[in-house]
């Protein structure tokens, strides 16, 4: 997880298309690192939407887990941000050929792409976390 945050981080300027790529890989890494580690299975080949849903489930950080409105609509707008890069990688990234018509992103999509995924990462991460830290205290007692 470390080395895809790093990549994306010192792409920004130089290959935004790669830090794109990056942003989004960052983000597949910490849904996968989560659901191994909880011992989920999921199938190899789902996409990053599909992993994160189940990660979402997992830590309680789905919308349909919550009662109060503006806890479900930022939780939907996380669910939001990952289908958007997901879909931004497969534009503008590096991952797939563009043929004639292909786009290229600027540096500041770049960073802004880099730095969501970053923030989203440290949520799930942080989240995982905390989960784990509760579930230790509720076995101690």
């Known amino acids: 997880m470390h080395d895809a945050w790093q990549k994306a981080l010192a792409r920004r300027e130089s290959d935004p298309d790669g830090a794109i790529t990056m942003a989004r890989t960052l983000l597949e890494e910490v849904c996968r690192y989560v659901l191994d580690a909880e011992h989920e299975v999921y199938d190899e080949k789902a996409d990053l939407p599909k992993l994160y849903g189940m990660v979402a489930k997992k830590l309680k950080l789905a919308p349909s887990q919550h009662t109060e409105d503006i806890v479900k609509r930022i939780l939907g707008g996380c669910h939001s941000i990952v289908e958007g890069l997901g879909s931004l990688r497969s534009r503008v990234g590096d991952a797939h050929a ?44």
Do not use: D, W
């Not at 043929?99 to 949520?123: D, E, K, L, M, Y």
């Open 98 to 141: 563009k043929g004639r018509r292909g786009t290229s992103a600027a540096p500041r999509h770049a960073a802004f792409a880099v730095n969501i995924a970053g923030a989203a990462s440290s949520f799930i991460v942080e989240t995982y976390e905390a989960r784990r830290a509760e579930a230790l205290v509720v076995t101690r007692q």
